[in-house]
C-alpha cells in the first residue's frame, strides 16, 4: 500500500529553522516527483517545493527560495525539507504528495495522486 507520512513539524520562532521529513513505503521513490505543499487556515493549499526523481531538478515557491532547500533520499525512500529563517507566514499545516507522472509543477495540485495527511509548522514567538 502506497502511504507517504510527514514529520518534524512543530512551534519555533521567527528565524529559526525546522527540518520536515516525508517516508514513503508502498512504491519505489525514485520513480516519482515528490512535492512540498502548505495549506495555511483559511487559504487554498500552495505549493513550496517540488524534487523530480532523481534530484536533478527542483522548483521552488518564491516565497521560500533561498530560504527552504529540498532533498531526497532514494536509499532510504525520504524526501526533505530544511526550512530555515522561518517568518509566521509560514506558518501551516505541511503536506508532502507523490507525482507518478513526474510533471514537476507546483501549480497543478491535481497531478499529485498521493498525499501525506500533514505535519502543522507554527512560527511564533
Known amino acids: 500500500q502506497l502511504q507517504l507520512v510527514e514529520s518534524g513539524g512543530g512551534l519555533v520562532q521567527p528565524g529559526g529553522s525546522l527540518r520536515l521529513s516525508c517516508a514513503v513505503s508502498?512504491?519505489?521513490?525514485?520513480?516519482?516527483?515528490i512535492g512540498w505543499f502548505r495549506q495555511a487556515p483559511g487559504k487554498e493549499r500552495e505549493g513550496v517545493s517540488c524534487?523530480?526523481?532523481?534530484?536533478?531538478?527542483?522548483i521552488y515557491a518564491d516565497s521560500v527560495k533561498g530560504r527552504f532547500t529540498i532533498s531526497r533520499d532514494n536509499a532510504k525512500n525520504t524526501v526533505v525539507l530544511q526550512m530555515n529563517m522561518l517568518k509566521p507566514e509560514d506558518t501551516a499545516v505541511y503536506y508532502c504528495?507523490?507525482?507518478?507522472?513526474?510533471?514537476?509543477?507546483?501549480?497543478?495540485?491535481?497531478?499529485?495522486?498521493?498525499w501525506g495527511q500533514g505535519t502543522q509548522v507554527t512560527v511564533s514567538s
Open positions: 524534487i523530480s526523481s532523481s534530484g536533478g531538478n527542483t
Open positions: 504528495a507523490a507525482d507518478l507522472r513526474a510533471t514537476m509543477t507546483l501549480r497543478n495540485l491535481n497531478v499529485y495522486g498521493y
Open positions: 508502498g512504491f519505489t521513490l525514485h520513480d516519482y516527483t
